[in-house]
């Protein structure tokens, strides 16, 4: 009996350390949050006007099937660079609890259901296949994996690349809902007509917020990602007042960018008041960053941009017109 349950308990373990081994794998975290954007962004879409747990929990597993493929793909790749790092050397490729192989071949399965399942479940009117979402998903694995993750060692334009695959889940959340990709299309509804900017508008607002917030985690992880040879700030020599002049510039970009949902009559004045206050607060971060110049006032925009993010979805969602 006692070999029996010892048995049983170590193979419990097992599969409870493979399990978690998937999870890092597809950063499960960071995954959350790029499909949390998806899903928020479908749920503002003039059309949906009811919220179906089935439809939103679909979308959730696509979303994360697209996402956790490119993060396979990413850390297949990049699993030497991986080891050399204190925060990813744990991870299942770079720590060998995986191999290579494996890991390219669980993210070709779920990559490619993830983008069927786009097309699939999120039809058109007309009830065809949903090329513009399935599509688009397919362009954001791609940039992600095979553009943005080998760039990040050649030049810290990568994270001007990089910033695509990260805020296109806006648009495809927004087009998976509509099926309409063209930014100036309408979408009718009831016989009215909406504009398909707001997708666009979505995208631009994740695209801007994604500089402060890559910057401020090269800014607190600057010796881990030089030993591992990535160029992530937009200076050679390191966090310089430069790199803190452009945290301001595009947190100040936000700014005009948060006031369009309401320009474009996709959300009410309550969410215009506070998206604008979550863009001044970022910026007032990347001032106190350039003033401060340390890791401290980093890891504040970092944290500050953390919060931003869901804040601002959420008030645009809940103020949807």
Not at 261 to 267: A, C, E, K
Request: glycine fraction near 6%; proline fraction near 4%; charged fraction near 10%.
């Amino acid at each position: 009996m006692s070999n029996q349950s010892e048995n049983t308990t170590s193979s419990s373990l097992s599969l409870y350390n493979k399990v978690k081994d998937y999870f890092l794998l597809i950063k499960f975290t960071l995954s959350f949050t790029v499909v949390f954007s998806c899903v928020i962004c479908y749920l503002l879409a003039p059309n949906v006007v009811e919220y179906h747990l089935g439809t939103i929990l679909l979308l959730f597993l696509a979303g994360m099937l697209v996402t956790g493929s490119a993060n396979a793909i990413n850390q297949a790749v990049e699993k030497d660079t991986d080891a050399l790092m204190k925060r990813t050397a744990s991870r299942p490729v770079a720590s060998g609890r995986m191999t290579q192989e494996h890991a390219l071949g669980f993210a070709t399965i779920t990559g490619l259901l993830g983008i069927f399942m786009m097309g699939w479940f999120f039809k058109g009117d007309d009830n065809s296949f949903n090329w513009n979402a399935a599509l688009l998903s397919a362009f954001s694995l791609f940039l992600y994996a095979f553009v943005y993750t080998p760039l990040k060692k050649i030049n810290s334009i990568s994270i001007l690349i990089g910033g695509f695959p990260g805020a296109l889940p806006c648009l495809i959340g927004w087009v998976a809902a509509t099926n309409v990709l063209n930014p100036f299309g309408t979408i009718s509804v009831n016989g009215k007509d909406f504009s398909n900017a707001g997708g666009w508008i979505l995208f631009g607002m994740q695209f801007l917020w994604q500089f402060p917030h890559f910057w401020a985690i090269a800014w607190v992880a600057h010796t881990d990602y030089t030993k591992a040879g990535f160029k992530l700030l937009p200076a050679d020599k390191g966090p310089t007042k430069f790199t803190a002049l452009q945290t301001i510039m595009y947190s100040v970009l936000m700014i005009p960018m948060g006031i369009l949902p309401y320009y474009y009559n996709l959300t009410g004045s309550i969410s215009l008041w506070i998206v604008l206050a979550c863009n001044l607060f970022m910026v007032f971060q990347s001032v106190r960053l350039y003033r401060e110049m340390n890791v401290k006032a980093a890891r504040r925009v970092m944290f500050s941009s953390y919060i931003y993010l869901p804040i601002v979805l959420l008030a645009l969602l809940a103020d949807k017109n």
